[in-house]
């Protein structure tokens, strides 16, 4: 079994910054892809932004130059850093991973949720 948990979302006006966590626990034996994606009202889930084990990263138009990704293979965590933010970029802002547990199972685990809002 293996969960993720996240954490840092919350309401910050436009042009503000926020930092997003996730955390992965359980039989994890390896982690590959790491990633965030986001769904605003509405609307389908759509990519923000990956990572991979080697650490290259892969964004989406809307949020490069703003957001950054990046990993802690020591905790098993991933990190989104978003700045300047806009009224656009209210959604709720899921994480996953690409898990190779100890048992030898691929799986991909998803996160929870956490809500960004941008607003004033």
């Known amino acids: 079994q293996v969960q993720l948990v996240e954490s840092g979302g919350g309401l910050v006006q436009p042009g503000g910054s926020l930092r997003l966590s996730c955390a992965a626990s359980g039989s994890i034996f390896s982690i590959n892809h790491m990633g965030w994606y986001r769904q605003a009202p509405g609307k389908q889930r759509d990519l923000v932004a990956t990572i991979t084990s080697g650490g290259n990263t892969n964004y989406a138009d809307s949020v490069k130059g703003r957001f950054t990704i990046s990993r802690d293979n020591a905790k098993n965590r991933v990190y989104l850093q978003m700045n300047s933010l806009k009224p656009e970029d209210t959604a709720v802002y899921y994480c996953?991973?690409?898990?190779?547990?100890?048992?030898?199972?691929?799986?991909?685990?998803w996160g929870q949720g956490t809500l960004v809002t941008v607003s004033s």
């Open positions: 996953y991973h690409n898990v190779v547990t100890t048992t030898g199972r691929y799986l991909e685990v």
